[in-house]
């Protein structure tokens, strides 16, 4: 470190060493086009990306917009199953989860991510798992359930839920294999986990959601 560095503490540049997670349960697979890629060990991945531009995210807006933006981006192919702001190791950060239909594999894929924007640039922890073998076992369970229950009707042959959806956070626990259910599990472990850089933290923040919610 020079003087003049050490006089005026010169902030290093942001980059994918400036965000850590506890990975000690994947395999890691090295930096992979730009990213940190990691393997689960029940299938699936995940990946630490760095992007050094403005967040291409809408500015002051309400977490309800947050998950409409979402939506857009991902049309008619994707669901926006959970969006919420959240503290990421004291940074305001996006918790985000979608379901979109595999169409190789016949089944649902779901991709969840944390995002930490900063003005000028970002970082996103990506999770994606598919469902193997047999698919739509969550959602045989919980009809079949609903249905001698009362919670659950068939209009025009198709079943309505009456007050829950498939993709609620209560049946994780019963369902612990299913890719939503992983993908939930991953990302609350990342997210209590994630270790921000300290000269990073200190960069201009992104203006966020006027609810903080």
């Known amino acids: 470190m020079t003087l003049l560095d050490a006089i005026f503490r010169r902030r290093p540049p942001a980059s994918l060493n400036s965000v850590t997670f506890d990975a000690s349960r994947y395999r890691f697979q090295g930096d992979q086009d730009g990213a940190r890629v990691w393997f689960l060990p029940e299938g699936g991945g995940v990946g630490l990306y760095f992007f050094p531009l403005t967040p291409d995210l809408p500015a002051a807006a309400s977490t309800d917009q947050l998950r409409e933006f979402y939506a857009a981006q991902g049309g008619a192919q994707m669901q926006v199953v959970e969006c919420r702001v959240l503290p990421l190791d004291g940074v305001p950060g996006i918790w985000l989860i979608c379901k979109a239909r ?97 000269m990073v933290k200190d960069a201009a923040r992104f203006d966020w959601p006027q609810d903080g919610a």
Request: include cysteine; hydrophobic fraction near 40%; glycine fraction near 8%.
């Open 102 to 198: 595999d169409e190789q594999a016949r089944g649902a894929a779901y991709v969840g991510a944390i995002t930490v924007p900063f003005r000028d640039f970002s970082f996103v922890i990506k999770i994606q798992c598919h469902e193997q073998g047999m698919t739509g076992a969550r959602e045989a369970l919980l009809v079949d359930e609903a249905l001698r229950n009362g919670t659950g009707r068939l209009e025009d042959g198709r079943f309505v839920p009456i007050g829950w959806s498939f993709d609620d956070e209560r049946f994780d626990d019963r369902l612990p294999q299913h890719p939503l259910s992983r993908v939930r599990r991953e990302l609350r472990h990342i997210a209590s986990s994630v270790r921000i850089d300290a």
